[in-house]
């Protein structure tokens, strides 16, 4: 019975697959994720900061690559990939806004 | 993805540890021997390491050279011999990039021997040969090493006590473990630091958002941010031609003004100019800040343009990263205290290498998560990745001694020797079962360093024979260093040994060389 034989090789392999795909999308959540809100929080922050603009941007360079460093460590201990990418994005989206709006709107 | 954080750091930990660290080990080695980078270079060009000229002469000599080869450049830098280093560097600007040449200031003219030198090892240990996406990677690793001593301080939480811990014979998975552990916390704040501060310097190629919501997209936009962020003058060119001063004169003025016989660079801006800056700065200043001991005069009048502009505190702070990674305060004391913590430092890499399939192979890990052709993989791209740069940095010096000094394009085929022994390396683990790799690699380490100070004999005059009695430290100590790595590798060649006679009797505790060929 091949069909049989192959139907049971297949869902033998299907928690392993799901388990790889989930750890896939966490590395790409810690590589991209992570890099994203480094990227929009040093934006947030040079505006946010009340510093001089040349001040503010180094500062919110160097803070950014901790906020990385951060972030691919919360992704590792977050409970799921899905609420990894959630979280994050969510987080991206509020520091891009918070950088990019008031400069749209004026 | 693990039950609790501490669990889910060891993962992370030890995962990325293994992928990052295969090339960390380079990167850690490399950074190691660039804090001797002048060092290096001297040691690399012999027939100029006898030559005593003053820093005043030298600079007008490599000033000649520019002028004749290079009147049009839009900049020259001039590094002039120091007492690190008997020749002298000359760099021009083209384009973005900054090519150079090593001068011999005896004669002005290019070094006999030419070579990259030690800064081979400063350049391949942030861009790894590659250009832009070197630098890109090697963030990319600086940041996981960053996170993998973040996260090595969450799982250890005996952190103090595993500090005066060490079992060298309690059997081999828990002795890696110890020397890793001890190493690691042993280095930890200079580990921290050293990895901090050098993504710091490349801080706003990798993070280039607020500069560009602040300053603008374009180049000359984040040239406004440099111009900003660091307080020096800059005068646009004229187009009027006029001739720059002489050089030297520079150099004394700022040895007056900061009580300093050596100077660290000179460089002019637009040197064929009316509006021509000269810029200088002194070495082993005794401030940390990199260029806040800048001096800026007109090249053609020489009138003082500045001189140490105080930074901005954010500025300031990220000067000070850079100044502490690039080692150029203090003097010796300091510089071997660097290479020192950067070797330990790798080989604390090293140690949490082996560490991965030694736990593994002894099913410490119990719901043991790889197979052991995956294992096997491991232990091959291990000897690869620790015994093949150390090969590959002694076959870059043995290739600066055997090949012809005129050679042409002959710091390529030095680079080349370096990559090519690197490549041989992975063959040769991949072909030999992995523990006759590890002591066949580590037998050709040991024969290359402990042999080097003799090839160094008959292929220059600069040797120990001759450099011991004369006092010339700094040179000899290079020779030195090579042969107390090659007396280490002799030390872990009987170490395997012993280990293996001692397996032979017990017949327990199994080494992880024994391992490895199961």
């Known amino acids: 019975m091949p069909t049989d034989s192959l139907l049971s090789r297949f869902m033998h392999l299907m928690?392993?697959?799901?388990?790889?795909?989930?750890?896939?999308?966490?590395?790409?959540?810690?590589?991209?994720?992570?890099?994203?809100?480094?990227?929009?929080?040093?934006?947030?922050l040079a505006v946010i900061l009340p510093l001089v603009r040349s001040e503010a941007a180094v500062t919110a360079m160097l803070l950014g690559l901790l906020v990385y460093a951060a972030a691919v460590m919360w992704v590792f201990s977050a409970r799921s990939a899905a609420h990894a990418w959630l979280v994050l994005l969510i987080i991206a989206a509020v520091c891009a806004a918070v950088a990019y709006l008031p400069g749209m709107l004026s | 993805m693990k039950k609790t954080f501490s669990q889910s750091m060891a993962w992370l930990h030890t995962w990325s540890g293994l992928i990052f660290g295969w090339i960390l080990f380079a990167i850690f080695l490399t950074g190691s021997l660039s804090v001797f980078d002048r060092e290096i270079s001297q040691w690399m060009q012999p027939e100029s390491a006898a030559s005593q000229v003053p820093a005043t002469t030298a600079v007008d000599r490599a000033a000649d050279y520019l002028r004749n080869n290079h009147p049009d450049a839009p900049s020259w830098l001039i590094v002039p011999p120091s007492d690190r280093s008997a020749t002298m560097l000359a760099y021009w600007q083209e384009g973005q990039e900054f090519p150079h040449v090593a001068l011999d200031p005896a004669t002005g003219k290019v070094a006999k021997r030419d070579t990259d030198g030690g800064h081979f090892f400063v350049h391949f240990h942030y861009q790894l040969h590659a250009g832009t996406i070197g630098t890109w990677i090697v963030g990319g690793v600086g940041l996981m090493m960053l996170i993998g001593l973040l996260s090595g301080i969450v799982i250890h939480k005996r952190i103090f006590k595993d500090f005066f811990t060490f079992r060298p014979r309690a059997g081999a998975q828990r002795s890696w473990l110890d020397a890793h552990n001890a190493l690691g916390v042993l280095t930890l704040p200079f580990l921290l630091m050293i990895t901090f501060s050098g993504l710091a310097i490349f801080a706003f190629m990798y993070l280039p958002s607020p500069v560009k919501l602040l300053y603008g997209d374009s180049l000359e936009d984040s040239e406004e941010f440099f111009h900003e962020a660091r307080p020096h003058v800059d005068l646009e060119p004229t187009d009027q031609s006029a001739a720059l001063l002489p050089l030297g004169g520079f150099v004394e003025r700022t040895q007056q003004?900061?009580?300093?016989?050596?100077?660290?660079?000179?460089?002019?801006?637009?040197?064929g100019d009316e509006n021509a800056v000269v810029s200088l700065e002194p070495l082993y200043g005794e401030q940390l800040t990199l260029s806040n001991q800048l001096i800026q005069f007109r090249g053609i009048t020489g009138e003082l343009l500045q001189k140490g502009m105080p930074f901005q505190p954010a500025t300031h702070t990220q000067r000070v990263l850079t100044g502490l990674h690039f080692a150029q305060f203090g003097g010796a004391v300091t510089h071997w205290l660097y290479f020192i913590s950067g070797l330990v430092g790798t080989a604390m890499i090293a140690t949490g290498l082996l560490l991965f399939s030694v736990k593994r192979r002894r099913q410490i890990v119990l719901d043991?998560?790889?197979?052991?052709?995956?294992?096997?993989?491991?232990?091959?791209?291990?000897?690869?990745a620790i015994a093949g740069p150390i090969l590959a940095c002694l076959a870059y010096l043995w290739a600066n001694r055997l090949l012809p000094p005129g050679l042409a394009e002959r710091p390529a085929w030095e680079i080349g020797a370096f990559f090519a022994v690197w490549a041989l390396s992975l063959i040769h683990a991949l072909w030999r079962p992995a523990r006759r790799a590890w002591l066949e690699q580590f037998t050709a380490?040991?024969?290359?360093?402990?042999?080097?100070?003799?090839?160094?004999?008959?292929?220059?005059?600069?040797?120990?024979?001759?450099?011991?009695?004369?006092?010339?430290?700094?040179?000899?100590?290079?020779?030195?260093?090579?042969?107390?790595?090659?007396?280490?590798?002799?030390w872990l060649l009987r170490r395997l040994g012993m280990e293996r006679q001692r397996t032979a009797v017990s017949g327990s505790a199994a080494p992880v060389w024994e391992l490895a060929d199961s």
């Not at chain 1, 928690?15 to 809100?37: C, D, E, K």
């Open chain 2, 257 to 271: 003004a900061f009580g300093t016989e050596q100077i660290w660079y000179i460089s002019v801006d637009h040197p």
């Open chain 2, 445 to 490: 380490a040991a024969l290359l360093s402990l042999l080097l100070p003799l090839l160094n004999m008959l292929t220059s005059s600069q040797h120990l024979l001759v450099t011991l009695p004369a006092g010339r430290w700094r040179l000899a100590a290079v020779d030195l260093t090579v042969l107390a790595l090659g007396l280490a590798c002799v």
């Open chain 2, 368 to 384: 043991s998560d790889v197979s052991t052709g995956f294992l096997n993989v491991v232990d091959r791209l291990n000897v690869a």
């Open chain 1, 15 to 44: 928690p392993q697959s799901r388990h790889v795909m989930s750890l896939a999308s966490r590395i790409a959540a810690a590589l991209f994720g992570g890099y994203a809100v480094a990227y929009f929080a040093a934006a947030a």
